[in-house]
């Protein structure tokens, strides 16, 4: 199974400003995806990243606030852009392999 | 609209007690639906993938079966590090990838 680490693990921010998360996986993927969990609630998915290509939003998630980075088939970068208290959760990063989705450990974002 | 419902909400068990949880689902068209545990601040651990209605997958205290409208995971005299939110999720065949979750059912076993 894939392992997938995700930096930082955690981060506390002011209203306004922006963070990049990173995903970096330890084999070669094609489909990475990003996930959000807000406090108390299951996982919704933001978008899909390909190697390649513009990354596809769900409904709901636009570009100009997630945008999404793919350079190659083991790294992706999520930032969440002038973010408000809204923004607080916790952002996920998966892969697909074989058939089977994988999570990193997650990253804990706090806005105040 | 695609939907999964997972119940209960919560559960306690005493330990050895053995109990099963349900998620119950509304697609379209399945491709695969999957188990996964929660610890609290970490990310969704990977237990199960099942793709077809009477397919049962089993580890340790865990089994998982899949009918057409929906999965039940059977959790075998359980211990207290079985404590977790189990998240049940669906993935449809028409949008391959994207995974609907279930709002999950947290598990707490005494000893």
């Known amino acids: 199974s894939a392992v997938i680490s995700q930096k930082p693990s955690r981060d506390i921010c002011q209203r306004g400003t922006s963070l990049t998360i990173q995903c970096q996986v330890d084999?070669?993927?094609?489909?990475m995806f990003w996930y959000r969990q807000q406090p108390g609630q299951s996982l919704t998915l933001i978008a899909t990243?390909?190697?390649?290509?513009?990354?596809?939003?769900e409904s709901g998630f636009v570009i100009d606030k997630f945008p999404i980075s793919r350079p190659n088939l083991t790294f992706s970068t999520l930032t969440v852009s002038n973010m408000s208290p809204e923004d607080s959760s916790i952002y996920l990063c998966?892969?697909?392999?074989?058939?089977?989705?994988?999570f990193g450990p997650g990253t804990r974002l706090t806005v105040t | 609209e695609d939907q999964v419902t997972q119940s209960p909400e919560a559960l306690r068990l005493q330990e050895g007690e053995s109990s099963s949880l349900n998620c119950s689902y509304t697609?379209?068209?399945?491709?695969?639906l999957f188990w996964y545990r929660q610890d609290p601040g970490k990310g969704p651990e990977f237990l199960f993938t099942l793709y077809s209605a009477g397919e049962e997958k089993e580890k340790e205290r865990l089994k998982a079966t899949l009918t057409k409208k929906e999965s039940f995971l059977h959790i075998t005299a359980p211990k207290p590090e079985d404590s977790a939110t189990y998240l049940c999720?669906?993935?449809?065949?028409?949008?391959?990838?994207?995974?609907?979750f279930g709002s999950g059912t947290r598990l707490l076993v005494r000893p």
């Open positions: 999720a669906v993935q449809e065949a028409k949008s391959s990838y994207k995974l609907i």
């Open positions: 998966s892969v697909e392999d074989t058939r089977e989705q994988y």
């Open positions: 697609v379209s068209g399945l491709r695969g």
């Open positions: 084999s070669q993927v094609t489909m």
């Open positions: 990243a390909n190697q390649g290509s513009e990354a596809t939003y």
